[in-house]
């Protein structure tokens, strides 16, 4: 609720006068269990930085983050680390994120070793555990003696899965977990998240920007413009029928399979405002073909809007 993340630059203790990076400021949502719920919108518009405040990974300079009614942000260190048993992160960059030095099963193995005190067994259930995770998101039981460098991009992602679900926790953030992968292994990881989904009941927190994979695995959208969330809806609302003038040009920007289909392609003009010095009122003026005078004074609120949307649909903009 009301989540805000500003940086501040190193810098401004010699030059006060520079402002705070608004990575994020004021962003409130919630995801359900067995709910995806997917952050979409340009880079730099502070998707990874509110999923990573709401594992702490980043310390949010405000606001409240809540798991099951518990407030993370006021917990201790300790505390904290104990809540990450339920809430896990897969990275971006698969290779990057696994320790070269480990085995397959040593990786997988780890974080029920390092929460050995809260009932993960012995180690010799521990690794009967690994060997059923690593069937669960299509190992071969090998695998389990290879080293990060020995597997193929998408085998390296099943093992970052793999790793995440060793705890079963409650809610996973994916942060760009396919974009770093080929097109035809994405489909398959994609599909495997789903499944698990539908197995485990997990929520997942999608940190995206293709909108394809998006609409294939989210239950609801968020879109965010410059640390502010513009538009909340449920995957077939927001895709068929939005309402605030970022999200349709973010959406006309997808290619149409159908070369005959009339595609209305929206351009959007110019460059996203610094997030150091956001444009006063609504922050997409400066950019919005819709813009009137009233759009530079007054922050249109997220407010609900009338709509057969699941879970409501929630607009920012004045005329929308
Ligand atoms: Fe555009 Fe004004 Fe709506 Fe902002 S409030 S999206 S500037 S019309």
Redesign the pocket.
Same mark, same amino acid.
Request: charged content about 5%; overall charge positive.
């Given at each position: 609720r009301n989540l805000r993340k500003h940086y501040i630059s190193p810098k401004r203790w010699l030059r006060p006068a520079r402002p705070a990076i608004q990575a994020v400021d004021g962003v409130s949502f919630s995801v359900a269990r067995g709910e995806t719920l997917s952050l979409v919108g340009e880079s730099g518009c502070g998707k990874t930085t509110t999923a990573k405040s709401v594992m702490r990974l980043v310390e949010p300079t405000s606001g409240s983050v809540q798991l099951e009614g518990e407030e993370l942000l006021t917990l201790s260190a300790n505390e904290m680390r104990l809540r990450r048993r339920q809430l896990q992160i897969i990275f971006q960059d698969p290779y990057a994120s696994l320790n070269p030095r480990l085995t397959a099963s040593d990786i997988v193995a780890e974080p029920m070793r390092n929460f050995s005190n809260f009932g993960t067994g012995t180690a010799a259930e521990r690794r009967e555990r690994v060997q059923w995770l690593f069937s669960r998101v299509g190992l071969r039981p090998e695998a389990a003696k290879k080293f990060p460098h020995e597997f193929s991009g998408g085998q390296r992602q099943r093992l970052g899965i793999a790793r995440a679900l060793a705890l079963n926790p409650k809610l996973i953030v994916c942060d760009e977990p396919v974009s770093a992968l080929d097109v035809s292994v994405q489909a398959q990881v994609v599909n495997l998240l789903m499944d698990l989904q539908a197995e485990f009941g997990i929520a997942y927190l999608f940190v995206a920007h293709d909108l394809a994979v998006v609409r294939h695995i989210s239950h609801r959208v968020a879109v965010m413009y410059l640390g502010h969330i513009?538009e909340i809806a449920d995957r077939d609302t927001l895709f068929s029928a939005p309402r605030? *003038?970022?999200t349709e040009i973010l959406l006309s920007a997808v290619p149409v399979p159908n070369p005959r289909t009339p595609a209305r392609r929206m351009l959007l003009q110019g460059d996203p405002p610094s997030p150091a010095n956001p444009p006063s009122? &609504?922050r997409?003026?400066t950019r &919005?073909p819709?813009?009137?005078a009233?759009?530079k004074e007054q922050v *249109?609120e997220l407010t609900e809007r009338p709509s057969s949307s699941n879970g409501g649909h929630w607009v920012? &903009?004045?005329?929308?």
């Open positions: 513009v605030h *003038p970022y009122g &609504c997409f003026h &919005c819709m813009a009137q009233v759009c *249109p920012a &903009c004045h005329f929308r």
